[in-house]
Nanobody, 119 residues
Framework: QVQLVESGGGLVQAGGSLRLSCAAS????????FAWFRQAPGKERESVAA????????TYGDAVKGRFTISRDNASNTVYLQMNSLKPEDTAVYYC????????????WGQGTQVTVSS
């Protein structure tokens, strides 16, 4: 069974940085896509960034391009989200998700970690 455990959220001032971590376990992830989503109160869940584990290709949501970076560490099966130049509108619960690359839906989710950016 795949397990995803996020960490690294917290309170930061606008303009600051945070790095989220997602520790993955349960199988080999070479054929998986990993992603970070976020959901703010009263808003729909939003895709933030995604990465192919095998080739390392990445995509980003328009709201975070140039500020956030998704990366992975093969040795520890950990996916990171480096968030720089944070804005109050980045405040949300951030979720790590994973899917086999041949399916469309993300079927593995972490528990979420709160990120709060103060102005």
């Amino acid at each position: 069974q795949v397990q995803l455990v996020e960490s690294g959220g917290g309170l930061v001032q606008a303009g600051g940085s945070l790095r989220l971590s997602c520790a993955a376990s349960g199988r080999t992830f070479s054929s998986y896509i990993f992603a970070w989503f976020r959901q703010a109160p009263g808003k729909e869940r939003e895709s933030v960034a995604a990465m192919s584990w095998s080739i390392g290709s990445t995509t980003y949501g328009d709201a975070v391009k140039g500020r956030f970076t998704i990366s992975r560490d093969n040795a520890s099966n950990t996916v990171y989200l480096q968030m720089n130049s944070l804005k109050p509108e980045d405040t949300a619960v951030y979720y790590c998700a994973a899917r086999w690359k041949f399916v469309q839906s993300y079927n593995y989710w972490g528990q979420g970690t709160q990120v709060t950016v103060s102005s």
